[in-house]
T-cell receptor, first 111, second 114 residues
């Protein structure tokens, strides 16, 4: 059974810092991995999708990496801003479009 | 593009009542998913459809839960009878299809069963 773990559960950093969020999964047989952002009381917003054949994807200040063999992905946020405060979720696609989610990392950026 | 639309946004009902949640996927998306989010269990896939056909309902917790997709632009998730432990946020998502595509989520319906 695929299990997805995100550490830490919560993170608080001052504005302007670069930071890394971690995601690990137990079964390396995945099709892709998706990072989402969830604001309180809102739905999920897709940030980045990494296919299993890719090593990383970039969008603006965000960079996601994928190491399938070790079962790990990281989301790097550069020059963090208070508006980045949210819960970040990673999800692995284990096939047939079925996403398995981690519990998320609640990020707070302090002005 | 209006995105995935869900209604109602909030629902409060009493135990034993029937609850129907509604979803309109993004036009042209062939896949539709229903998820449930709770503090204890996080986000879980309940069921998904491809071209209006249910493909995998292994995540549906009990027979009290049922989902339909009568056409490409509408889906419902019904709980009958509802119980307090069904209280959660229910999300609908859609995808253009295929393994390499992102899933796009609606704003969710917050269900409270008293």
């Amino acid at each position: 059974k695929q299990e997805v773990t995100q550490i830490p559960a919560a993170l608080s950093v001052p504005e302007g810092e670069n930071l890394v969020l971690n995601c690990s999964f137990t079964d390396s047989a995945i099709y892709n991995l998706q990072w989402f952002r969830q604001d309180p009381g809102k739905g999920l917003t897709s940030l980045l999708l990494i296919q299993s054949s890719q090593r990383e994807q970039t969008s603006g200040r965000l960079n996601a990496s994928l190491d399938k063999s070790s079962g790990r992905s990281t989301l790097y946020i550069a020059a963090s801003q208070p508006g980045d405060s949210a819960t970040y979720l990673c999800a692995v696609n284990k096939g047939a479009q079925k996403l398995v989610f981690g519990q998320g990392t609640r990020l707070t950026i302090n002005p | 593009d209006a995105g995935v639309i869900q209604s109602p946004r909030h629902e409060v009902t009493e135990m034993g009542q029937e609850v129907t949640l509604r979803c309109k996927p993004i036009s042209g998306h062939d896949y539709l998913f229903w998820y449930r989010q709770t503090m204890m269990r996080g986000l879980e896939l309940l069921i998904y459809f491809n071209n209006n056909v249910p493909i995998d309902d292994s995540g549906m917790p009990e027979d009290r839960f049922s989902a339909k997709m009568p056409n490409a632009s509408f889906s419902t998730l019904k709980i009958q009878p509802s119980e307090p432990r069904d209280s959660a946020v229910y999300f609908c998502a859609s995808s253009p299809g295929g393994q390499g595509y992102e899933q796009y989520f609606g704003p969710g319906t917050r269900l409270t069963v008293t």
